[in-house]
């Protein structure tokens, strides 16, 4: 049976890029700014502070990582030590002879002391943390010794002794932000751990934000085929406690694992760096300044902003997109070399605005090639001068385009395909056209009119060398892409459903009311009406029109629910808006439970989960001592998104933590934690 282990006690279950699930994660999640560290509150096994001064500290708004918390250790002076890890029974789950750990870091504080990273077996191992490393138990051992000007001496311990042969350059500095991944191979055998990448008996490789620093690193004194168990970060030596390391997102695995950029959710910035791989799984992660992804760019869900910056996915060689949901909102950029259709899921906050760029030819020269929206709203306007596309005559263009900047690419032909997911007026969509424009004043036609469907527009045949903006085309008689109306469109993001319904004007309208039916044909349930929900009530007339946006929290996996929405005037007269929506929710595809609602909450909050399969829930309330305080027993629930009431109104104000088990029928088990807040 397999334990998928989460902590903060952090609730990420996190696949790599290659498909496997690590043993554990460590984030620090929103722990309150100025916490003491300990084993409680950040989920290592063991947090240890000697004679020496010196901290482990959790800082939130992370100060050199991300703005959510982060860790952040003090060295002490001489030769005590201050030392956190994950050990064997406590957290590092099944041992093997082969494992990666990969983390972020960061370090800062001046010319004097060092910090270190142990990974192996033993008794300088174990949950007190306070014993010194023991040589014969170390297979990786790395040091970094600060030094002046920033200088971050970077060694290995190879047998008994440390030495920097073997580490490309400097791979480290103070100040800087990186992604570590340290691949180990205890075996007697070579490894392949995926793109090429092999790593040899006895030895570890170092990557270092994606590229290769040390290859076949000695290892040290840990006998062949001892299965590593654990792994630990320690500092000593720094004098007037200067020497810092900042630490989160920490993730192992007890197999070889390619080098992958951390999960990013809910807001966690995305720090400025280059990449192997990047995972999104939920919320909105904004960047904190230029980031490239060499590999593969996986989306789940949520949104990715980009602001003044860009996320750029390849930059020699084409990168991978692993797309399930989600929407880059700003500039994303893709090196582009061959005849692959190049998916750029980019949109607003409200709605998602795919660009497809699929060269038929391909380009004589590969380069970057750069996309985003622009949507101040979704109506249109008149062109100035129609436009003639083999006697489809086109008068009007959309408010929304695209733009598409080239960049060292040459040649080649390639075909557009562009969404206008949420543009009114589109009434016969194997007639919308795509136009395009060098400026923004004057109109053109390139390619060939291929036709669309839904709220998709596609052209052929554009020359390799065009870029500029694309917006959508039509006229009155087709695709009139109105100025009175807007429309209503529907996404499902993390098992809710959201309704996003946007007015272009309104006169005497009170607000919304919403039902919902399993058949088309009804009957239909009011769900929400503006006259309980502040969110669907109007403000009487709006000339420039409004949006509202409500969400569905009810719903299942694996069915299909239709909403109708009626807008009422202030003197209580009903009429449909809109069509009806068809929205699919689909049966969650793993386990995971989300942070509960309200919260702080007094005294009943909501807490939602996913099954994959059928399994047998239990949910386990614990107080900050650890003690179980409530427990809810759910028995066999089917696969998909459910969702409980909690009701703690016997219980006093106070900060508490929720467990999550769901026990499968084929045994297989997962837990979660999160962290909530009572307030009366």
């Not at 722990?31 to 003491?36: L, N, P, R, S, Y």
């Not at 029974?89 to 870091?105: I, K, L, Q, R």
């Not at 027993?633 to 006093?652: K, Q």
Request: proline share 3%; glycine share 12%; charged share 10%.
């Amino acid at each position: 049976m397999r334990y998928v282990s989460t902590l903060i006690f952090v609730a990420l279950v996190a696949t790599s890029a290659w498909g496997q699930t690590p043993n554990g994660i460590l984030d620090f999640g929103n722990v309150a700014e100025g916490t003491v560290a300990t084993a409680a509150n950040t989920a290592f096994s063991g947090v240890h502070i000697g004679s020496g001064g010196g901290s482990f500290i959790v800082k939130n708004p992370g100060q050199e990582i991300g703005y959510q918390a982060e860790l952040q250790g003090v060295a002490p002076t001489g030769s005590s030590i201050n030392s956190v890890g994950i050990s064997a029974g406590t957290g590092f789950g099944d041992s093997s002879s082969t494992f990666t750990v990969a983390f972020e870091v960061c370090f800062k504080g001046g010319s004097s002391g060092s910090w270190f990273f142990f990974a192996g077996n033993g008794t300088s191992f174990n949950s007190a943390q306070s014993v010194v490393f023991t040589g014969s138990q170390v297979f990786a051992g790395i040091e970094w010794s600060f030094g002046t000007s920033d200088a971050i001496t970077t060694s290995n311990r190879s047998g008994s002794g440390w030495a920097t042969t073997g580490i490309l350059g400097t791979p480290f500095a103070q100040n800087v932000s990186y992604t570590v991944t340290v691949v180990g191979n205890n075996s007697s055998s070579t490894v392949n751990y995926g793109a090429g990448q092999n790593v040899s008996a006895d030895t570890y490789d170092l990557w270092v934000n994606g590229t290769l620093v040390g290859n076949d690193l000695s290892k040290g004194l840990l006998a062949r085929g001892t299965k590593i168990n654990a792994f630990r970060f320690y500092g000593m030596n720094s004098s007037g406690n200067v020497a810092s390391i900042s630490l989160d997102n920490i993730r192992w695995w007890n197999s070889c694992v390619a080098p992958s950029m951390a999960v990013y959710s809910a807001t966690t910035l995305i720090p400025s760096n280059t990449f192997t791989d990047l995972d999104l799984n939920d919320g909105a992660a904004p960047l904190g300044g230029p980031v490239t992804v060499n590999r593969v760019l996986t989306m789940i869900s949520g949104n990715i902003t980009t602001s003044a910056y860009t996320l750029a996915l390849g930059s020699i060689l084409e990168g991978a997109l692993a797309y399930t949901g989600g929407t880059i909102i700003g500039n994303f950029a893709r090196y582009v070399s061959g005849t692959n259709a190049m998916l750029f899921p980019v949109g607003t906050a409200s709605n998602y605005h795919p660009l497809t760029i699929t060269y038929t030819t391909p380009p004589s020269t590969g380069g970057i090639v750069t996309v985003t929206t622009v949507a101040p709203d979704l109506l249109g306007v008149d062109l100035v001068s129609a436009l003639n596309d083999a006697g489809f005559s086109i008068s009007r263009r959309s408010d929304q385009y695209w733009t598409v900047t080239q960049s060292t690419i040459a040649g080649g032909t390639y075909n557009l395909s562009v969404d206008g997911n949420g543009q009114t007026g589109i009434e016969s969509p194997s007639a919308l056209r795509i136009i395009h424009s060098a400026d923004g004043s004057s109109f053109d036609l390139v390619g060939t009119h291929s036709a669309g469907s839904g709220s998709e527009a596609n052209r052929t045949g554009i020359d390799g060398s065009v870029a500029g903006r694309f917006y959508l085309g039509g006229n009155l008689t087709d695709n009139s892409l109105p100025v009175t109306m807007k429309g209503i469109t529907a996404r499902v993001t993390a098992g809710k459903v959201y309704l996003n319904i946007a007015t272009a004007t309104e006169v005497d309208v009170a607000g919304f009311n919403i039902s919902r039916s399993l058949s088309e044909s009804g009957p239909f349930e009011m769900i929400s009406s503006y006259k309980s929900n502040l969110a669907l009530k109007a403000s009487g007339s709006a000339a420039g029109g409004a949006s509202y946006l409500f969400v569905d929290a009810r719903v299942s996996g694996g069915k299909t629910y239709y909403y109708k929405v009626e807008s009422v005037s202030t003197s209580g007269i009903s009429q449909r808006a809109g069509d009806i929506l068809q929205v699919q929710v689909t049966l969650p595809e793993d386990y995971s439970v989300y942070q509960n609602y309200p919260n702080p909450f007094n005294p009943t909050t909501n807490i939602r989960f996913d099954l994959k399969s059928d399994a047998n829930v239990t949910l386990e309330i614990y107080s900050v001592l650890g003690m179980k305080v409530k427990e809810l027993t759910g028995g066999m629930m089917s696969a998909g998104t459910h969702e409980v009431t909690l009701d703690m109104s016997r219980i006093a104000s106070g900060v508490y933590y929720y467990k999550f088990i769901a026990v499968a029928k084929t045994g297989e088990v997962f837990m979660q934690s999160r962290r909530m807040v009572l307030m009366k």
